[in-house]
């Protein structure tokens, strides 16, 4: 899978500087090629448990600038936010099979090394559903749900549109109502407002 994604990633444009087969290995290459963003697996050896989601927490926290996407089997939010912690910026977490749509993926690497933030939809999608009886997320509607699933995903507006098969005008009607709804400062940056969604849904779960 290690070389399926390189593949992938050098023939959309990325420059691959390194590959790691284990955690230890993973975090050594990424300190010192220092690249723009890298892709780890949840577990790795040698203990294959969570290795590789310690070694993304580790070079985050050494090298800020550093962003990480995480690809797991896993449907467990305590994964996204152990990974996530207090600053959502360059951080992504994803399930193995949305690997499979190579568009998405590929979208999903470039925001989180350009700072933005990813949040699989699946993960998004449990935790509202645990939490959607607890005030406000319980005043939240079906449509509004996803739309929130969606932005935490870090899609624009109009990327939320296509996602859901709505209008533009539709889904800026939603993420009003949803802003409102959850008490959170509008903002007119994407960052923002996936760092907004992010930190409630954090609270949410807490």
Sequence with gaps: ????????????????VGQGGDADDFLRKALAHRPDVAVVDVQ????RADDGLRAAIELRRQRP?????VLSKFYEEHYAMRLIG?????????????????KAFIEAVARVADGGSVLDPEVVGRMLGRHRLQEPLGHLTPRERDVLAAMAEGKSNHGIAEALVITDAAVE?????????LHLDRSATEHKRVHAVLTYLRGARA
């Design 1 to 16: 899978m290690r070389e399926g994604l390189a593949r992938l990633l050098a023939e959309a444009g990325f420059e691959v």
């Design 44 to 47: 790795m050896p040698p203990d």
């Design 65 to 69: 600038d550093t962003g990480v996407l």
């Design 86 to 102: 207090e600053r959502p910026e360059g951080a992504g977490y994803l399930l193995k099979e949305r690997v499979a749509n190579v």
């Design 173 to 181: 009607k939603h993420v009003t109502s949803i802003f409102r709804k």
